[in-house]
């Protein structure tokens, strides 16, 4: 099972970018999944999340910027990020939670994408 992100670049303050995390597996379940991000010297953070069901939740500091969507036929989450901010600079990671029959699997990490905004 591996998670592939992709998206990430250098963008203007102010633009946007459109993360993509692909699940390749047919054998899990895949339930919660999630966007966090690390910046040099700080601690790796969520970003946002979203359930099977389709639930979501956000970091206060991107709420209203971000999006974070699924398709679930796709295996595939993204994470659309407008009115960025030189302070989302980090590398963004993608998340998932596997279950196997009804019971809780892993979690497993994609190897993370670079995004830079700049002022």
């Known amino acids: 099972v591996q998670l592939q992100e992709s998206g990430g670049g250098l963008v203007q303050a102010g633009g946007s970018l459109r993360l993509s995390c692909v699940v390749s597996?047919?054998?899990?379940?895949?339930?919660?999944m999630g966007w966090y991000r690390q910046a040099p010297g700080k601690q790796r953070e969520l970003v946002a999340a979203i359930s099977g069901g389709g639930s979501t939740n956000y970091a206060d500091s991107v709420k209203g910027r971000f999006t974070i969507s699924r398709d679930n036929a796709k295996n595939t989450m993204y994470l659309q990020m407008n009115s960025l901010k030189p302070e989302d600079t980090a590398v963004y990671y993608c998340n998932a939670e596997l279950y196997y029959n009804g019971n809780y699997y892993s979690k497993i990490w994609g190897q993370g994408t670079q995004v830079t905004v700049s002022s």
């Open positions: 597996s047919s054998t899990f379940t895949i339930n919660t």
